[in-house]
């Protein structure tokens, strides 16, 4: 297939945003999941949404010329292995990723990047008149889309963590803001001899309890709730964090990792889980594309960025810890492991 003229390459990062309201459309109608059972045409889907026939029609045509989506001879429309991400509570799926993303809370924060450019401060704030974690506990219904979409797309990659790191050599492992706990909840499946502690603000902990005891940990996983920016539990052997660096600016995060720093042993382990750009981009690679995306999104949205080696190195140094070692999986992850120095 030849590349497209540069002009059309351009138009299409152009509307992209176009195509996000379009998934988001489809994830809240749920299409993705009438779609299960085979092809239907937008007549019948219509009817099971309570929507228009035309104006649905036309939002699934769009989709289909994306790849989501596919628009049969007969005009009936079926799954792709991208629409595979849009059903609800299958293995694999983003749907909550998607809408917690694209819906009314986040987005409208990329309308005012510029604020972000010229003040330093977060587009989030200027909409919102507070900070991300602040609003989450105004907004329950937010909040809880926000942990949904965090477990979901831990659900990814847990199973690339657990392969490339070894959690055995660990008797306790202390996940610091570890959400509704599907990652630790898949390293103690991996290191049966382990315990753990799931550490988080008390109403995550509360949505965590059904998702413990669905992995089958329960017995071996302590539920600790807490502000890591207060302290962190002792006890541990190893510490991880993964999304949660990437929230904060150096002086935040230097104020969290001094507090691990207080409580783990001289033999212990900091394992953040976060991506890690190189020091220049080059142009065509999918996974730094979403990771500098991602950092603009800790522009505008949070306070936070996405580092390098060299940030990390200088971050850990200032937290009273040494970079041991630093590699990515398949999905574009970084391990970053810091020993107490």
């Given at each position: ?7 059309q390459?351009f138009?299409?990062?152009?509307t992209a945003?176009w195509v996000?309201?379009?998934?988001h459309t489809v ?6 999941d009438?779609?299960?059972d085979?092809p239907r045409p937008a007549?019948d889907?219509?009817?099971?949404t309570g929507?228009?026939p035309d ?7 769009a989709?289909a010329?994306h790849g989501?989506?596919?628009e ?13 991400f849009?059903r609800?509570?299958?293995?694999g ?8 993303l694209?819906?009314?809370v986040i987005s ?7 604020h972000?450019?010229?003040?330093g401060e977060t ?9 991300l ?11 809880a889309?926000?942990?949904k979409?965090?477990?979901?797309i831990?659900a ?5 963590i657990v392969?490339?790191y070894d959690?055995?050599r660990?008797a306790t ?10 990652l630790?909840s898949?390293i103690?499946?991996?290191a049966?001899a382990?315990?753990?502690?799931l ?6 902990i509360?949505a965590a309890?059904p998702v ?6 329960a017995n071996r996983c302590?539920l ?6 207060e ?5 541990g052997?190893?510490y991880?964090?993964?999304w949660?660096?990437?929230?904060w600016?150096d002086?935040?995060?230097?104020k969290l990792?001094?507090?691990?720093r207080a409580v ?5 382990r900091?394992?953040v889980?976060?991506?890690v750009?190189p ?5 065509g690679?999918i ?7 991602m950092d ?6 949070v306070?936070g960025l996405?580092r390098t080696?060299?940030q990390?190195?200088k971050l850990?140094a ?6 041991a070692?630093?590699?990515t999986?398949p999905?574009g992850l ?8």
């Amino acid at each position: 297939m030849s590349t497209p003229p540069a002009a059309q390459r351009f138009l299409a990062l152009v509307t992209a945003s176009w195509v996000t309201a379009s998934l988001h459309t489809v994830a809240v109608l749920g299409i993705a999941d009438l779609l299960a059972d085979g092809p239907r045409p937008a007549e019948d889907l219509a009817r099971a949404t309570g929507t228009r026939p035309d104006p649905l029609r036309r939002v699934l045509r769009a989709l289909a010329a994306h790849g989501v989506f596919a628009e049969r001879e007969d005009g009936r429309f079926e799954q792709t292995e991208l629409s595979g991400f849009l059903r609800e509570g299958v293995v694999g799926s983003l749907r909550s990723f998607l809408v917690m993303l694209s819906g009314e809370v986040i987005s409208p924060s990329w309308g005012q990047m510029l604020h972000s450019i010229y003040t330093g401060e977060t587009a989030f704030a200027k909409v919102h008149g507070s900070e991300l974690f602040e609003y989450m506990q105004q907004d329950p219904d937010f909040a809880a889309i926000f942990n949904k979409a965090m477990t979901e797309i831990s659900a990814g990659v847990a199973d690339e963590i657990v392969a490339a790191y070894d959690f055995s050599r660990f008797a306790t492992i202390v996940d610091v803001g570890g959400g509704q706990g599907s990652l630790l909840s898949a390293i103690l499946n991996a290191a049966p001899a382990a315990r753990g502690i799931l550490f988080d603000l008390p109403h995550v902990i509360e949505a965590a309890r059904p998702v413990i005891a669905e992995r089958g940990v329960a017995n071996r996983c302590e539920l600790v709730t807490g502000n890591f920016f207060e302290s962190v539990p002792a006890g541990g052997n190893a510490y991880i964090m993964k999304w949660i660096i990437h929230d904060w600016n150096d002086d935040d995060a230097t104020k969290l990792l001094r507090n691990v720093r207080a409580v783990i042993p001289p033999d212990g382990r900091l394992i953040v889980f976060d991506g890690v750009l190189p020091e220049r981009i080059t142009a065509g690679d999918i996974a730094l594309q979403f990771g500098t995306l991602m950092d603009l999104n800790m522009l505008v949205n949070v306070t936070g960025l996405e580092r390098t080696e060299t940030q990390f190195r200088k971050l850990f140094a200032a937290g009273g810890f040494r970079l041991a070692s630093e590699r990515t999986i398949p999905s574009g992850l970084g391990i970053v492991e810091g020993a107490p120095a």
